[in-house]
């Protein structure tokens, strides 16, 4: 879902507002175009980029678990974090598509936060096991 969210959507979003826009122009026929005709996709673009830079292009692009670490693949870069650097763990269920922030100790390549989408579940505003079970070993790790 994260390729979706952060590769197909945009194009899709921005497609769609640029064929209104171009349908509109083309169906005035040189009469005069009405401005919501422009401006309505113009907000809607402004709004859209706004939000998907909230909750979507930020998004790691793949997390893999390594046993005592996570492999994060990010813009190209590939970062080991090690389960006792994290000292916390975010999870934000009810956004689209759902957020797990963890929080370093120490800043990686990455930066001080790395943002990834877990698997979608279909149970909607349930929690997730798999966030759940990591939490649980992050702990373990720490208490070592």
């Known amino acids: 879902m994260t390729f979706?969210?952060?590769?197909?959507?945009?194009?899709?979003?921005?497609?769609?507002?640029?064929?209104?826009?171009?349908?509109?122009?083309?169906?005035s026929g040189g009469r005069g175009l009405q401005p919501?005709?422009?401006?309505?996709?113009?907000?809607?673009?402004?709004?859209?980029?706004?939000?998907?830079?909230?909750?979507?292009?930020?998004?790691?692009?793949?997390?893999?678990?390594?046993?005592?670490?996570?492999?994060?693949?990010?813009?190209?870069?590939?970062?080991?974090?090690?389960?006792?650097?994290i000292m916390n763990v975010s999870y934000m269920n009810l956004s689209n598509p759902p957020r797990v922030t963890?929080?370093?100790r120490n800043p990686g390549l990455l930066g001080k936060e790395v943002t990834f989408s877990p698997p979608v579940r279909w149970i909607p505003f349930a929690r997730s096991p798999i966030v759940d079970q990591l939490v649980e070993r992050i702990d373990a790790a720490r208490s070592r």
């Open 4 to 27: 979706f969210s952060k590769r197909l959507f945009p194009v899709l979003w921005f497609g769609f507002l640029a064929l209104f826009v171009i349908t509109a122009v083309a169906a």
């Open 102 to 104: 963890l929080t370093l």
């Open 36 to 85: 919501a005709f422009l401006i309505m996709p113009l907000v809607m673009a402004v709004i859209g980029f706004i939000v998907m830079k909230k909750l979507v292009f930020d998004l790691a692009d793949e997390v893999w678990d390594d046993g005592t670490e996570l492999v994060v693949k990010s813009r190209g870069q590939i970062e080991r974090i090690p389960l006792s650097n």
